[in-house]
């Protein structure tokens, strides 16, 4: 088994859109480079419209128009060792080889995605069959029972309409669809914003749980950086459609480089300390006319000539840990 079960190589890409009359491109994603180790929980932050649902849906080869590829590539080793360019499969492709049997991928906002028609056990036996999977239907609503207790949910649920169940649930038995083909990787953005805190650290831990059992890898993303801090292995920080910074999750809090990783950490509220948490000045920039050179500079505290006219290069401390920043590199 390789030690990368997935490899993001300059990827770049984003929105075809009209402004009235005017096409314009939103660079939502720009040059990301980074690897999905075996195993592990690799983290997406940043703010929000910095790119990290456009990743995830490039990543899952969703790519449909208004969204383009525009360079890079996305490889994957599958299940039986194959290496697949999911930027070079076509849709049908992407569907029947990758979707659900490699990769499962929770949307944003997916506690809407359930048919509000339709019993749970429906909406599940209805993705078997979209797979061509033949389970008879004792052997199906069964698998079912055994994926929806995993995720703490009564087997009772199966026989319920969505409007039946609290967000929470209805949450868990999204989460519980993209389980349910053993996939070997997750993609999960924001599996938990719409949920009470408590409610979010339960699915949280049932998710990590099944990962691990299962020896999966999850990408997660989220905007919350407790939310990193308690489940990942690796993060990836996203500025403008950048990741800035990628390292262990270890690195990453006791020493941010980035100064936009940095201003991140310092808004977590940590235990016991009463000061007034330091916002981050300005907006993010408008991706249709990115900044030139580093397209953090505009709101960066450390800015230098440099970063207003060259974006900056990647500097890898190790393998698993680079930075895209000026003040790192020993060029300038
Ligand atoms: N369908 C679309 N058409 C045009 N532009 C889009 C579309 N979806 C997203 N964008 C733009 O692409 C950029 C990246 O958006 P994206 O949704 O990937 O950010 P995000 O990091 O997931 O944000 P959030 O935390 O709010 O979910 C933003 O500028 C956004 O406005
Ligand atoms: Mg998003």
């Known amino acids: 088994m390789p030690k990368n079960i997935l490899s993001v190589e300059n990827l770049?890409?984003?929105?075809?859109?009209f402004v009235g009359r005017r096409r314009?491109?939103?660079?939502?994603?720009?040059d990301v480079t980074f690897s999905l180790h075996n195993n592990e929980v690799l983290g997406v932050a940043g703010e929000s419209g910095c790119g990290k649902s456009t990743l995830a849906k490039m990543i899952y080869g969703a790519i449909i128009p208004p969204l383009l590829v525009k360079g890079g590539s996305i490889s994957i080793t599958t299940k039986g060792g194959e290496v697949l360019n999911i930027n070079k499969l076509s849709?049908?492709?992407?569907?029947?080889?990758?979707?659900?049997?490699?990769?499962?991928?929770?949307?944003?906002?997916?506690?809407?995605?359930?048919?509000?028609?339709?019993?749970?056990?429906?909406?599940?036996?209805?993705?078997?069959?979209?797979?061509?999977?033949?389970?008879?239907?004792?052997?199906?609503?069964?698998?079912?029972?055994?994926?929806?207790?995993t995720l703490g949910l009564?087997?009772?649920?199966?026989?319920?309409?969505?409007?039946?169940?609290?967000?929470?649930?209805?949450?868990?038995?999204?989460?519980?669809?993209?389980?349910v083909f053993n996939p070997r990787i997750i993609l999960a953005d924001e599996p938990t914003t719409a949920v009470d805190v408590v409610t979010q650290r339960t699915i949280l831990s049932l998710l990590k749980e099944w990962r691990e059992n299962n020896k999966s890898s999850l990408v997660l993303i989220s905007h919350d950086m407790s939310v990193h801090a308690y489940m990942d292995d690796r993060i990836a920080i996203m500025y403008a459609g950048n990741v800035v910074e990628l390292g262990s999750s270890l690195d990453i809090f006791k020493e941010p480089?980035?100064?936009?990783?940095?201003?991140?950490?310092e808004s977590l509220i940590r235990k016991g300390d009463k000061s007034i948490r330091k916002g981050l000045a300005g907006?993010?920039?408008?991706?249709?006319?990115?900044?030139?050179?580093?397209?953090?500079?505009?709101?960066?505290?450390?800015?230098?000539?440099?970063?207003?006219?060259?974006?900056?290069?990647?500097?890898?401390?190790?393998?698993?840990?680079?930075?895209?920043?000026?003040?790192?590199?020993?060029?300038?």
């Open 283 to 332: 907006q993010p920039p408008d991706l249709i006319n990115p900044p030139p050179g580093c397209r953090f500079h505009p709101r960066c505290p450390y800015v230098m000539n440099i970063c207003r006219s060259e974006e900056p290069v990647t500097t890898f401390l190790d393998n698993d840990r680079y930075v895209r920043c000026w003040l790192y590199t020993s060029s300038r």
């Open 91 to 149: 849709i049908d492709e992407v569907r029947r080889k990758i979707w659900w049997i490699e990769i499962s991928y929770i949307p944003q906002n997916s506690m809407n995605v359930l048919n509000p028609l339709k019993r749970i056990k429906d909406q599940f036996i209805d993705v078997f069959r979209y797979h061509g999977i033949k389970m008879d239907k004792t052997e199906t609503v069964e698998h079912l029972r055994d994926t929806l207790t």
């Open 12 to 17: 770049n890409g984003g929105y075809e859109v």
């Open 24 to 30: 314009v491109f939103v660079h939502a994603v720009d």
């Open 154 to 179: 009564p087997p009772e649920v199966i026989n319920a309409y969505p409007h039946q169940l609290s967000g929470g649930m209805r949450q868990r038995v999204v989460i519980a669809l993209s389980l």
């Open 257 to 265: 480089l980035h100064p936009y990783t940095r201003a991140l950490i």
